[in-house]
């Protein structure tokens, strides 16, 4: 009797948890944009208090993981101090797209990053990409072409927005690719924090030279920076971790892709951006761009022999 009762809970425990903490992350993610917008601050002020509380919240799990691993060669410290550099200037062109877009705009623009990790990888490292690949590509491109190309034609200072999104999203796949070769000889957790201090010294050092004041905000402004610390940095990617760690590449790289779309329906009525015609059709065809891009990359990956 007691292994009925226990065997279901189990399983289902097993089925849906990973799931749910896929759908928390995703929600966790989406709202970056709000939280960006609702604070009385400059883009890169956002995300230098992102990155400092939600680093300081995780320093004594990461004390706790130093006592009990081995201690981490330091030849290796490169790939998270690096990652962090380029998490900074990802975070702060980002942050700041916010300002001359539209949510739904910068969030789609910022997550075409595995079209920049593909292209990476062929004129970098030479890996050779399939033919399905650059049909992708091409509808990605068009899409983001129709998306940038309405907002321009609303307003030049859109079309600038746009392409700071874009940048941000070049920044990314370069902290992807750093960071996959980090992982190799640290472990995820002590990896994350290590690269959370070295994008909270960037962006401080970011926001001297750009002259931005770290204090003199309102008290709503400062909730939202603890709010988007805790929602969007510490939950979200430790929900998305977790799901990785529970769920195949398959299932969680294609549902990630639905981050733009939650974006662009919560801006409706939390910041009353309506998208038009032409960013809807230019939306759509660049995220099937994108999926596209995704399972060629994860059907490489599966025709790679493990060692």
Known sequence: MGWVLFCPVNIMKTK?????????????????AMFVRWAEAPGPITGFYRLLISTILLTPL??????????????????????????AFDFAFWNSSLKFTTAANATLLGNTSPL????????????????????GLILALTGAA???????????TLGLGDLMASTAAIFYASYQLTTQRGRKYIDPFRYTWMVGVSATIAMFIMNIVLGNSFSGYP??????????AVVSQMI??????YALGHLPASVVSPT???????????????LHEIPN???????????AGIYIVNQSHLQKQSEIPNA
Do not use: C, N
């Not at 979200?236 to 971790?241: D, F, N, P, R």
């Open 256 to 270: 990630l892709i639905g981050q733009p779309i939650l974006t662009a329906v919560l801006a409706i009525p939390m």
């Open 219 to 228: 008290a709503q402004t400062w909730v939202i920076f603890f709010v988007t």
């Open 146 to 156: 129709f998306v940038m190309g309405s907002d321009f034609l609303r307003h030049p």
């Open 236 to 241: 979200g990617y430790l929900a998305i971790t």
């Open 62 to 87: 990461f004390l706790r993981q130093q006592r009990k691993l081995e201690p981490i060669d330091k030849k290796y410290l490169i790939f998270p101090v690096l990652a962090g550099v380029l998490t």
């Open 116 to 135: 920049w990790v593909a292209l990476f990888a062929l004129f970098i490292f030479r890996e050779k990409l399939r033919g399905i690949f650059w049909f």
């Open 277 to 287: 015609t032409m960013q809807w059709i230019g939306g759509a065809i660049a995220l």
């Open 16 to 32: 849906f948890f990973p799931y749910i903490a896929l759908a928390v992350g995703i929600s966790a993610l989406s709202l970056s």
